[in-house]
């Protein structure tokens, strides 16, 4: 008994800030949805209006639609760079553990002001991507004037940010036995045949971990929009992080902004339920002799 209360005690900070920091603001969240709030008055019930006037809203639809757009552009481009990042760096080289140290740095810096003012002289009428244009005979694009082009500066700064993927990544390429590798070799299959027919299926269940989290993450995407194209043009970079912070913080409508952040909750969720159910399709976990997971 004694035992149990030491041990209770030394998770009581662990207890205490779980209570305060993530289910008192998660239920609070969903009880402020229901509720006309601006901080200022009390909150008043309004039942599911929120919820009806969200999807009569076209800046939440083009949100919505702009969100769902970084998504899949990002998130696979992320996982397939960083995955041939990881598989290049795993070669016993000289110095390779500065160029891993390098490659991670990414995605310490990716949040910081100066990163984004970086990416914005960047992506400038005459930044350094013009002028890399310009000599392929390439007329410079109006990077932040289209909403195609603004999105995909966003992008590329989040894939950009690949490093902590490509570290897990790494970890699980060490993890596959050498003998392997040698009976491919022996067996006349070639760098490429290899790479997808024994290292891809043994690095599934590291792929379905990092889709889920880089899901996760995308979509809950707010400094890229925030910092680098201010929600434009037209919306088309206004991602739901973005219109969740406006509406709560700019526009104090916290029961609005409660509403968002509980559909994309989710919409999030249905996207992980989708990736969790269809990984029994194409996981491997080599300590069940290579059958479905």
Do not use: C
């Amino acid at each position: 008994m004694e035992n149990k209360r030491i041990g209770l005690l030394y998770i009581m900070p662990w207890l205490i800030g779980l209570l305060i920091f993530t289910i008192y603001p998660f239920v609070s969240s969903l009880i402020l949805s229901f509720t006309n709030y601006n901080i200022i008055n009390s909150p008043k019930f309004i039942g599911l209006s929120n919820y009806i006037n969200m999807f009569h809203d076209n800046i939440f639809k083009t949100s919505l639609l702009a969100t769902i757009e970084f998504v899949i552009i990002t998130v696979p481009l992320k996982l397939i760079f960083s995955l041939l990042i990881a598989y290049i760096l795993n070669f016993k080289l000289r110095g390779i553990n500065f160029f891993r140290t390098a490659y991670y740095l990414p995605s310490i810096l990716g949040g910081n002001v100066a990163i984004a003012v970086m990416w914005q002289f960047l992506f400038a009428q005459n930044g350094l991507v013009n002028q890399f244009l310009t000599l392929f005979h390439v007329k410079p694009v109006g990077w932040f004037s289209n909403g195609l082009g603004a999105l995909f500066t966003i992008s590329a700064l989040r894939i950009w940010e690949f490093g902590s993927t490509m570290i897990i990544f790494l970890a699980g390429l060490k993890d596959i036995p050498q003998e392997l590798y040698e009976a491919a070799a022996v067996d006349g299959a070639g760098k490429v045949r290899t790479f997808f027919n024994v290292t891809i299926p043994l690095l599934t269940p590291i792929i379905f971990f990092n889709l889920v989290m880089q899901l996760i993450q995308a979509f809950q995407e707010f400094n890229g929009p925030y910092l680098i194209t201010n929600g434009g043009p037209l919306y088309k970079t206004y991602l739901l992080g973005m219109m969740i912070y406006d509406n709560s913080f700019k526009y104090f409508k916290m029961g609005y902004a409660s509403a968002i952040s509980w559909f994309l909750f989710i919409i999030i969720m249905i996207f992980t339920m989708f990736v969790f159910k269809s990984s029994k399709y194409w996981v491997f976990y080599s300590d069940e002799g290579g059958g479905e997971s």
